[in-house]
């Protein structure tokens, strides 16, 4: 009862799985998790405002009386679940099936391998799921987390079937590609906007926003991410990267600030096609080890742009805060 479904794939073993179960809904001696006589007419006389919000407010009231209430918004979703459901008339017609079948007697019989979803939180629920499975040869109890069936329970339910019936999870689709990150950052902009004031701080930071954006589109680098005074953008070769950063550090000095710079290369992991990984917080963190108006750059950049006519000076080893091992680093030198 509830949702007894049937995986069919020829390919596995047949299999059942059943949500919340219960063998009947009727109160008896020796089923107490069934519904008494007045719980039976209290719930009787909903069925004439079946498909109404009146129907949803007194299916909520009552429930709400009981040891383990609904979320208000599954609540709210009752009124629509029954108007999609069924008529009123097929309404009483189920109501009277339901509470005249029981299927104890046939439970033993249930030879293949069974899975009972369950909420966890639903005491009594969780006790006749237990009754249940000690009735059946190859039940199985999985408790999910909650109180009710909501959207945002269903991967995890839709997971448990999958390992129960033996289907794969779908393996997660990751997007990767080999980019060079450059990371740029207003040295001292604190003691600046203190020394300039407030409303010329943001007439130098936009200018020096847009002077940013307009090297970014020159060297055709990608603008992922604006924090404060730092960019961070990728590029699909490290020497446009490298230009870039001196192209803003040479026009920035007009405004009276001094920039710094970070590149790495790397492959890069893409999360709603934005780069990220590993790769990205080595740019962040070399960028922070840049003095003003310097542009420093990782091993694999200098390997990288062997022949392009660029320098490098040795800026030594480091450590770079939350990475592993310590990166040997080099100055560039225009």
């Known amino acids: 009862m509830h949702a007894l479904l049937a995986a069919t794939n ?29 719980d039976q007419d209290l719930e009787r006389g909903f069925l004439g405002l ?64 069974t899975l009972l979803l369950v909420h966890e939180d639903r005491k009594a629920d969780v006790e006749e799921a237990e009754y249940i499975a000690s009735q059946m040869p190859a039940a199985e109890i ?67 926003h847009a002077l940013v954006r307009e090297a970014l589109k020159r060297w055709r680098g990608q603008e992922n991410d604006t924090a404060g005074d730092g960019f961070y953008a990728t590029f699909d070769g490290p020497v446009r990267a490298i230009r870039c950063a001196f192209d803003v550090t040479e026009r920035v000095r007009d405004l009276g600030i001094e920039i710094r710079a970070g590149i790495h290369t790397g ?14 917080t080595i740019g962040a963190r070399i960028a922070a080890r840049a003095g003003p108006s310097e542009v420093l750059a990782s091993q694999t950049v200098k390997d990288l742009v062997a022949g392009s006519g660029l320098a490098f000076e040795d800026a030594g080893e480091h450590e770079l805060k939350g990475v592993p091992d310590r990166w040997h680093l080099y100055r560039v030198l225009e």
Not at 15 to 38: H, I, K, N, Q
Not at 63 to 73: A, V
Not at 178 to 189: A, C, E, P, Q
């Open 267 to 280: 492959e890069c992991e893409l999360i709603d096609g934005k780069p990220t990984g590993l790769t990205v």
């Open 50 to 113: 079946w498909g109404t919000d009146a129907y949803a407010k007194a299916f909520g009231e009552e429930e709400e009386t009981g040891e383990n209430p609904l979320p208000r918004e599954h609540i709210e979703h009752q009124a629509i679940q029954a108007r999609n459901s069924c008529t009123p008339d097929v309404a009483a017609r189920l109501f009277d099936i339901w509470y005249e079948t029981d299927v104890r007697g046939v439970l033993g019989a249930v030879q293949t391998p």
């Open 142 to 208: 999985r408790r999910m987390p909650g109180l009710a069936w909501t959207i945002e329970e269903q991967p995890a339910w839709a997971g448990q079937i999958r390992d129960f019936v033996g289907i794969e999870r779908p393996h997660p689709a990751f997007d990767t590609v080999l980019s060079t990150v450059l990371f740029t950052d207003i040295v001292g902009s604190t003691e600046r906007q203190a020394a300039v004031g407030d409303r010329a701080w943001r007439d130098i930071a936009q200018q020096h």
């Open 10 to 38: 020829p390919t596995l073993p047949r299999a059942l799985v059943w949500f919340e179960p219960s063998a009947r809904y009727s109160w008896a001696p020796d089923y107490p998790w069934g519904a008494t006589e007045e």
